[in-house]
Nanobody, 126 residues
Framework: QVQLVESGGGLVQAGGSLRLSCAAS????????IAWFRQVPGKEREFVARLNWSGGITYYAYYLDSVKGRFTISRDNAKNTAYLQMNSLKPEDTAVYSC????????????????WGQGTQVTVSS
């Protein structure tokens, strides 16, 4: 069982930065894939980024095309925490951001993730 709690959302001007955190419980956090999704009211949940576990200490990052070069997903297993560093934010990045965890996930398919946080609001003003 893994419980996830996000933090770090807020209001920022276009071009600014935010770092989201996802604190996880559970002793096997390091062996889970971790991802960030976002959702705007009335729209489907959208994949943003994932770090998938490939055994040992190897992880691979995968990003939504529109955030490549601006967002960075990372994790600190010693702290049981994952992060999403978001730079050069745009108004279209405004959404509720949620972290998710699972094993053997399909990156962009939210149904393959077993555990979810409650979400944190990110608002980017123009």
């Amino acid at each position: 069982q893994v419980q996830l709690v996000e933090s770090g959302g807020g209001l920022v001007q276009a071009g600014g930065s935010l770092r989201l955190s996802c604190a996880a419980s559970g002793r096997t956090f390091s062996s889970y894939d971790i991802a960030w999704f976002r959702q705007v009211p009335g729209k489907e949940r959208e994949f943003v980024a994932r770090l998938n576990w490939s055994g040992g200490i190897t992880y691979y990052a995968y990003y939504l095309d529109s955030v490549k070069g601006r967002f960075t997903i990372s994790r600190d297993n010693a702290k049981n925490t994952a992060y999403l560093q978001m730079n050069s934010l745009k108004p279209e990045d405004t959404a509720v951001y949620s972290c998710a965890a699972g094993r053997n996930t399909v990156a962009t398919d939210y149904k393959t993730y077993n555990y979810w946080g409650q979400g944190t609001q990110v608002t980017v003003s123009s």
